[in-house]
Structures are given as C-alpha cells and as structure tokens.
C-alpha cells in the first residue's frame, strides 16, 4: 500500500528566509508525487508534481521540490517566504506500480506560517 | 475553462434529511473523485469514477452515502439520512490520467448537520 508521511504539523518561518516542507513516501513502485496548497475556506490548488527526469522539479508561487530515491523524500522548498505563502500545504503520492494507479494518497498536512 | 465545480457551497441541514451534493468536472477530464475533510481524519478519499463507471468505492464511510455520475459532466454524492456527524467540507476533483495526472479540485462544499 502506498503512503506519505508528513513529519510535521507546523512550520513557522520568517519572511524573507528559506522554508522547507518535509514529505516522505512508501510505494511498491514507481512513484508520482505531487504537491498541492490549501487557502482557508479554499480547495486545494496543484503546485507541482514529479513524474520522472530532473529530481528538481519547479512549481507554481516559485516554489520547487526535490525528489531523493534513496532517502524516499520529496521535500517542498521556496528560497525566500511571503507572508502570502502561509497556508496548508499536502504531499501526495501515487503508485503507478499497482493496480490502482490513479489513487492520490495524501499526508495529513503541514501548516506553513510566514510572519514579518 | 471553469475549473471544477461544486454546488452548494454550503449546505446545513437537519439530521434525518437528505443531502446532495453537485459536481461538474473540468470538461475532457475523464477521472472523478470526491474527497471528504475533517479536522480530526484529514482527506479522504470517498470514491472515484473512470469514464463515468465507479472503480472504487471503498472509502465511503456506509450505506447511508451514494454517488452517481450519470454524464461525463454531472455527478452527485447523496446522504440519506443525513447525521452530525457527516459534517465536513466535501471536495470533488477530476484529472486526466495520460501525461497530466494531477487532480484539479472544486472550491468544497462545506455541509453541517445539526
């Protein structure tokens, strides 16, 4: 069965500076990750996804993800925080080795709070 | 295009009573899902449609949910009776599977059962 697992519930960082959003995966197969964003009171919004080719994979809102095979990883980062970006942010993981390859499992979430 | 989208966007309503839900997916897409989000068990997966057929439907909490797709640009997801604690926000979302398997997802409906 696949699963993500998102370490942490909340991340707080300052404008201006670096941020990361932790996301591991467990597949049988080849994996599709994807991240998406939720505003309050909004669906959630597809950022970017890894298929294959580049482990950097660049997204919407400058946002970017790294896929690392070894370490099972696929960690969102953004080189400087908007107060803007402060929002729920999922990882997503699809097993394209199954059967039911068209099943998005999603992570609990993380809540990215930027402040000034 | 659109995007996709789900009517009513808030919903209350009475335990015992009839609920139904609406979504237009994003028109080709040819995948359909509908998600369910709470506090306390995140998002999860309800059911989803191929081509209008369902293919699983192993999240739906009881028998007290259904859901149709009759079109490929019409489904519905029904509560009958509805109960406290079906209370959520209800997400549907569709996506093509070859080359863009991203899903798009509605804006939610947001139901509370009192």
């Known amino acids: 069965a696949q699963s993500v697992a998102q370490p942490e519930d909340q991340v707080n960082v300052a404008e201006g500076n670096p941020l990361t959003v932790k996301c591991t995966y467990s597949v049988s197969g080849n994996p599709y990750l994807f991240w998406y964003v939720q505003y309050p009171n909004r669906g959630l919004q597809f950022l970017l996804k890894y298929i294959t080719g580049d482990n950097l994979v660049k997204g919407s809102y400058g946002f970017e993800a790294e896929f690392n095979k070894s370490q099972t990883s696929f960690h969102l980062k953004k080189p400087s925080a908007l107060v803007s970006d402060s929002a729920l942010y999922f990882c997503?993981?699809?097993?394209?080795?199954?059967?039911?390859?068209?099943?998005?499992?999603f992570g609990t979430g993380t809540r990215l709070q930027v402040t000034l | 295009d659109a995007g996709v989208i789900q009517s009513p966007r808030h919903e209350v309503t009475e335990m015992g009573q009839e609920v139904t839900l609406r979504c237009k997916p994003i028109?080709?897409?040819?995948?359909l899902f509908w998600y369910r989000q709470t506090m306390m068990r995140g998002l999860e997966l309800l059911i989803y449609?191929?081509?209008?057929?369902?293919?699983?439907d192993s999240g739906m909490p009881e028998d007290r949910f259904s859901a149709k797709m009759p079109n490929a640009s019409f489904s519905t997801l029904k509560i009958q009776p509805s109960e406290p604690r079906d209370s959520a926000v209800y997400f549907c979302?569709?996506?093509?599977?070859?080359?863009?398997?991203?899903?798009?997802f509605g804006p939610g409906t947001r139901l509370t059962v009192l």
């Open positions: 997503a993981v699809r097993d394209i080795g199954t059967g039911n390859a068209s099943k998005l499992t």
């Open positions: 979302a569709s996506s093509l599977v070859l080359g863009h398997p991203e899903q798009f």
């Open positions: 449609f191929n081509n209008n057929v369902p293919i699983d």
């Open positions: 028109s080709g897409h040819d995948y």
